[in-house]
């Protein structure tokens, strides 16, 4: 297990951005299977995001353009980056750590943060 932290969520207009950071204990990103998933009230938690180990990234089709991925190696920090925000983009946005199995953002991941809130009016 890994101790992850969110920040960076907030309140913005429609057409606003956001960079949501994911602080990893210990561990160099890029070493890790990372996933960022967002639940919104009612509704199933989703993934959004992927990066295989070794960095190469994923992002699903419909936020494909609007949300990237990127680290810094230096600090432990992975950044979701959230462009163009609609309303339907409002939810509680968490990153995690998947440690056996595949990297996908499917299965089960081990470790999670805490989550950081993102609405979007």
């Known amino acids: 297990h890994v101790q992850l932290v969110e920040s960076g969520g907030g309140s913005v207009q429609a057409e606003g951005s956001l960079r949501l950071s994911c602080a990893i204990a210990g561990y160099d990103p890029i070493y890790l299977c990372m996933g960022w998933f967002r639940q919104a009230p009612g509704k199933e938690r989703e993934g959004v995001a992927l990066?295989?180990?070794?960095?190469?990234?994923y992002i699903i089709d419909s936020v494909k353009g609007r949300f990237s991925l990127s680290n810094d190696n230096d600090r432990n920090t992975m950044y979701l980056q959230v462009n163009s925000l609609k309303p339907e983009d409002t939810a509680m946005y968490y990153c995690?750590?998947?440690?056996?199995?595949?990297?996908?953002?499917?299965?089960?991941?081990?470790?999670w943060g805490q989550g950081t809130q993102v609405t979007v009016s």
């Open positions: 990066q295989l180990v070794g960095g190469t990234t």
């Open positions: 995690a750590a998947k440690f056996t199995g595949a990297c996908a953002l499917t299965g089960v991941y081990n470790s």
